[in-house]
């Protein structure tokens, strides 16, 4: 089962944990707004159908990669405050190894292959965020 979504409402997280868990191993990542640099808020945009699709592509990945019982990508979009979840992650397999490593491909992936654009305002200005070499290093290790 694979499941996507993105959403502008907030991430309950236990009924999410509940839907990805299907026997075998569970693993789960979810990502908080930071606060780094004095960052008061964080506005997410997207390209509907475009995001949706490429998360989907992903999770197909990972699925067929990892032989995963169900995934699960639920991105925020929209005005967000530093602590609030911005996305959750989670993957089930027979074996942890399998549902650990699909867990962090997907994070990993997400941050560079699927379509948003992060506005943060600090000091009542707001700036684009761009693209980070950390992140298109992390997702290089899956190719």
């Known amino acids: 089962m694979i499941r996507v979504l993105v959403s502008r409402e907030p991430i309950d997280v236990a009924a999410e944990f509940e839907r990805v868990e299907r026997g075998g191993a569970v693993a789960t990542f979810t990502g908080l707004v930071r606060a780094d640099d004095g960052v008061a808020t964080l506005e997410l945009e997207h390209y509907p ?37 911005i996305v959750f992650v989670g993957t089930c397999s027979a074996h942890r190894a399998a549902a650990l490593d699909a867990c962090a491909f997907l994070i990993d992936r997400l941050k560079t292959d699927a379509p948003f654009w992060k506005r943060e305002t600090v000091d009542g200005a707001s700036r684009w965020v761009e693209a980070r070499a950390a992140d298109d290093n ?6």
């Open 138 to 143: 992390a997702a290089a290790r899956w190719s």
């Open 49 to 85: 159908g475009a995001t949706e699709a490429a998360l989907t592509r992903l999770a197909e990945e990972a699925s067929a990669r990892w032989s995963l019982t169900a995934a699960t990508i639920v991105h925020r979009v929209g005005p967000m405050a530093p602590g609030e979840r």
